[in-house]
């Protein structure tokens, strides 16, 4: 699919039946560059979404918030719940924002809306945190969760629709990848800088939750910075979404087909961390130092998966989405050969394991999301994204409700080994559907 026109292609198009301009001789490097408002996108997407990063690190419903519930006490069948809510959030959202972003002019008003009210929600999870018992934080923290499902689903439609509406298709990969290397790398100074000229702070993992606020402040400012082009209204009736409307994509498009099947499959690699995370925090004290060295590792795969992922995904989508799932299955295998050797009582070995496991959720995501915003036409890309979101968050449903009883029922490294398995079953089917 070809990319959109940009800003400077509009503007730089000739006038029908108007006599060709004479272009100037020199030009200087500067003025060229403004002259150009899809490198200015560029590295504004690559700043949101490297806030975005930031802030999904230090506000982790799959790693920060259980743990943080488990610090004050919750009982651990609520502590389950808070990511089935974030799910179920997402869920309602994605499936009533499309119509919403279809119809606006202008996405970045949105993004960037949204990106200041989880900033908002995350300073609220800290005065409940802080200043409530336990049985009114608990509520208040599921109440949260849904909350920061419903919020987080419109951003994400909109910030996907933004992507592709500003940044040439040719780059989205390499813009996909580079900001989460730079959301890993900030991740990592900010947490060493507490630890280093805040040291009161660094046992109080309250702080986490600040910074997840500042994160959010500073992607919502970048993404409002953005060049777009205001887009046309849509043809009435087009931006209705229902199961008929989803059926009818899946029907007329094959390749959507394959990216639905292949997404499904690959929840077993970005479901994977909160299996991990809770059977980790069943071995160690909770507390900020260890939740941090948690947070720290999982940073570090971000900032790997910048030159890992980045212009091998716009090559070859395929072997991106591969490479995670197996290096996934890899990360397992080394978690259940730490249970028989003991060394899982240490908690900065078992956290480095999370390297591994955040770089291979990252190439499955990137490998995903790139496939779709490549190959969705622009008419229908606002509904495949809510469609195939949605989707995906039931599945990650289903997989946490069968995962957790076979984890209940049986032991909890049960299903560390299912994940295994659909870690190598996903790495097979996507070498088919995500080949360029």
């Given at each position: ?336 050969l730490m249970d028989l050797t003991g060394h899982q009582t240490l908690p900065f070995y078992h956290a480095f394991l999370f390297l591994p496991l955040s770089l291979a959720r990252q190439g499955a995501i990137q490998a995903r999301l790139r496939h779709l915003s490549v190959h969705a036409a622009s008419g229908d890309r606002p509904t495949m994204v ?51």
């Amino acid at each position: 699919m070809e990319p959109e026109p940009t800003l400077s292609r509009v503007a730089d198009a000739p006038i029908k039946g108007a006599a060709p301009a004479a272009l100037p001789a020199r030009t200087s490097r500067r003025a060229r560059r403004r002259r150009q408002p899809s490198r200015q996108n560029y590295w504004l997407h690559i700043l949101g979404g490297g806030g975005l990063l930031m802030a999904m690190q230090f506000g982790n419903p799959r790693l920060v918030l259980p743990w943080i519930s488990q610090h004050l006490g919750v009982a651990y069948i609520l502590v389950a719940l808070l990511v089935p809510l974030f799910q179920a959030g997402l869920v309602i959202s994605q499936l009533l924002a499309a119509p919403l972003v279809a119809r606006l002019a202008l996405r970045k008003r949105l993004v960037a809306g949204m990106g200041l009210l989880l900033a908002g929600l995350f300073a609220l999870i800290f005065a409940v945190a802080s200043g409530f018992s336990t049985a009114i934080a608990a509520l208040a923290l599921l109440a949260c969760a849904a909350t920061f499902g419903l919020t987080f689903g419109v951003f994400n439609v909109g910030n996907t629709d933004l992507l592709a509406k500003t940044v040439p298709a040719r780059v989205r990969g390499r813009v996909l990848a580079q900001r989460v290397g730079l959301g890993g790398l900030v991740t990592l100074a900010a947490t060493f800088a507490v630890w280093t000229f805040v040291p009161a702070l660094a046992d109080n993992h309250l702080i986490l939750l600040w910074l997840a606020v500042g994160a959010w402040i500073g992607a919502a400012a970048a993404y409002g910075a953005v060049r777009e082009r205001p887009s046309p209204p849509p043809e009435a009736g087009s931006t209705s979404i229902s199961l008929r409307s989803g059926r009818a994509l899946i029907a007329r498009h094959p390749w959507f087909r394959r990216q639905l099947i292949a997404g499904v499959l690959l929840q077993s690699v970005e479901m994977a961390v909160p299996f991990y995370a809770v059977h980790a925090a069943g071995l160690h004290d909770p507390s900020a130092r260890n939740l941090s060295a948690f947070v720290v590792a999982m940073a570090l795969g971000l900032v790997l998966s910048g030159p890992i992922w980045g212009r091998l995904n716009d090559r070859h989508n395929e072997l991106v989405a591969m490479a995670g799932c197996l290096l996934a299955a890899s990360a397992g295998l080394l978690v259940l050969l730490m249970d028989l050797t003991g060394h899982q009582t240490l908690p900065f070995y078992h956290a480095f394991l999370f390297l591994p496991l955040s770089l291979a959720r990252q190439g499955a995501i990137q490998a995903r999301l790139r496939h779709l915003s490549v190959h969705a036409a622009s008419g229908d890309r606002p509904t495949m994204v809510a469609f195939n979101n949605a989707l995906l968050a039931f599945a990650g449903i289903c997989v946490a409700l069968l995962l957790g009883a076979a984890g209940h029922l049986h032991d909890i490294r049960t299903p560390l080994a299912l994940l295994i398995l659909a870690n190598v079953g996903a790495a097979l089917y996507a070498r088919r559907a995500f080949r360029n």
